[in-house]
């Protein structure tokens, strides 16, 4: 196999499943996360001689992941025709029955596949990837306070799928 | 009364000045709702900090080596020899002859990025949400079309994918070929009986998603098919059965 390919594999296959697991989240589905990842990578093999070695290979990686997250977002926006989710008020608090079991991470994950598109993408990047609001607004190019209502939606949503 | 979304939603981030923060609690104390409610979002939070990274498939690094090497092909190609002279488009289509097999493979990222960005339950890039009867109709139509071309699309790659795998299913264990078979048998029932569903109700946003997957699902079996074929060939046994093995598990 030639070296490089090789020693690309190797990067691959450390950092891929941090990769594919944002994509996967901020896309909602693993058929979309698989493409993001191809493309992602495919892109980093194409960018290696411009990796400078400022930051650490993971974070050089990650920020390039997150850039192409970002535009895929935007992409599937701009198709959408919606720049934000409508805020609604079905999040008011109703008296619900407390769960007697935690919530198991293999269901959260798949809940948040079926968060709709613009608060799971605050949710993934604020509650998973750990952005602040201010942060999130900027990535996302939304209101720091729409960001924390679109989080806040997310959760009960959630919160509803999961109870 | 109770509080509202956004101070509960402070209070579970802990972002509420003191004297606020003191003012929930003293709520929460006695509203069992309220509590309950912040409980579970607090759970939320701290499980969603803990998820584990998931694992590619494993075919995920085969179509991504393919790519490279279809690109460092085409570097080669485009360095060496008077093709440098062609147009893109002239590079590419000979490029695609010498490296067939890979270039078949490369069809199918393009579809499957081509109509990726496409909304979920859509298949039209134009403006989802219409309010003149007359736009309805001219969406109605150009979301039939687009459906019609991304239609034709995944069935050009599938039939080139096709060729590929049922030139090299000699290759495969008995195992191996009833499991693919089976599989694809599964997913041309769901092609039909989706194309069955876009026929009766061709604007039906779900029906059309629903086709659209289950070519991909095709795209992608067949795509793993090739894979594991490739790897069998070059005798990596460690590459076919992980992509055997995920096969395996998908049947």
């Known amino acids: 196999m030639d070296p490089d390919v090789e020693a690309f594999e190797t990067m691959y296959r450390e950092h891929s499943p941090r990769i594919y697991s944002m994509a996967c989240r901020m896309a909602g589905s693993p058929q979309d996360g698989e493409d993001l990842l191809q493309e992602i990578f495919l892109q980093a093999y194409r960018k290696m001689a411009s990796f400078k070695g400022e930051s650490s290979l993971g974070t050089w990686l990650y920020r390039l992941a997150l850039n192409h997250c970002l535009d895929y977002v935007r992409s599937r926006r701009a198709k959408m025709n919606k720049l934000t989710e409508t805020l609604d008020a079905e999040h008011s608090v109703e008296p619900t029955a407390a769960r007697q079991t935690p919530i198991a991470k293999l269901d959260l994950d798949r809940a948040i596949e079926r968060l709709p598109d613009g608060c799971r993408e605050a949710f993934v990047l604020h509650d998973i990837e750990g952005f602040d609001h201010k942060q999130v607004g900027e990535l996302l190019g939304i209101a720091e306070g729409t960001s924390k209502s679109q989080v806040f939606k997310a959760r009960m949503k959630l919160r509803a799928m999961l109870v | ?251």
Not at chain 2, 180 to 208: C, F, G
């Open chain 2, 1 to 251: 009364m109770h509080p509202t979304d956004d101070v509960l939603n402070e209070f579970v981030e802990e972002t509420l000045g003191a004297t606020e923060r003191a003012e929930v609690e003293q709520h929460l104390a006695s509203c069992a709702p309220c509590r309950a409610t912040v409980d579970d979002l607090r759970e939320i939070r701290a499980v969603a900090k803990t998820l584990e990274f998931r694992e590619p498939p494993a075919r995920a690094w085969s179509r991504l080596e393919r790519a490279i090497k279809l690109e460092q092909e085409h570097l080669t190609q485009s360095a060496q020899s008077p093709q440098s002279q062609l147009t893109p488009r002239s590079r590419r289509s000979l490029r695609e002859i010498s490296v067939w097999l890979a270039a078949a493979a490369a069809v199918v990222i393009a579809v499957g990025i081509g109509y990726r960005v496409l909304p979920r339950g859509t298949t039209t890039s134009a403006p989802v949400a219409s309010t003149a009867p007359a736009n309805d109709a001219a969406a109605s139509v150009s979301v039939e079309a687009e459906l019609k071309a991304a239609e034709e699309h995944y069935q050009k790659a599938i039939t080139g994918l096709e060729q590929i795998a049922n030139a090299g299913k000699g290759s495969l264990d008995t195992q191996t070929a009833s499991t693919l078979q089976k599989n694809l048998s599964v997913i041309d029932q769901a092609i039909n009986e989706s194309r069955a569903a876009v026929r009766a109700q061709p604007t039906s946003e779900p029906a059309q998603q629903s086709l659209l997957e289950s070519f991909k699902a095709k795209l992608a079996l067949l795509q793993d098919t090739v894979a594991l074929i490739n790897e069998m060939r070059k005798g990596n046994d460690a590459g076919a059965a992980r992509i055997g093995s995920g096969l395996r598990q998908k049947g």
